[in-house]
């Protein structure tokens, strides 16, 4: 396995242990330990996903890049001049 797949697989079962304990917390919502691990869980795969990603490169896309409200900036595809 490379160093690259490493990281992943790292990165992965990280992800995968906030996802299911977040899921778990869906019907627990009382439960603060539980709370706490999808919380640490979140902790580590961060700084991993960083080096990750100043390694190799991204891996989620992102459309906003910094600004989540980029979308909301017109024209909107009814006011396009071209559709007249």
């Given amino acids: ?15 995968f242990a906030a996802l299911d304990t977040q899921l778990y917390l869906n019907t627990h919502p009382n439960d603060s330990a539980a709370l706490e691990k999808a919380e640490r869980y979140n902790a580590m795969a961060k700084p991993l996903i960083e080096q990750y990603e100043e390694q190799y490169g991204p891996l989620t896309k992102n459309n906003n890049e910094g600004n989540r409200w980029n979308w909301m900036k017109g024209p909107w595809p009814w006011e396009s001049e071209d559709d007249c």
């Fill in 1 to 15: 396995m490379t160093k690259r797949e490493t990281l992943l697989k790292k990165i992965s079962t990280y992800q």
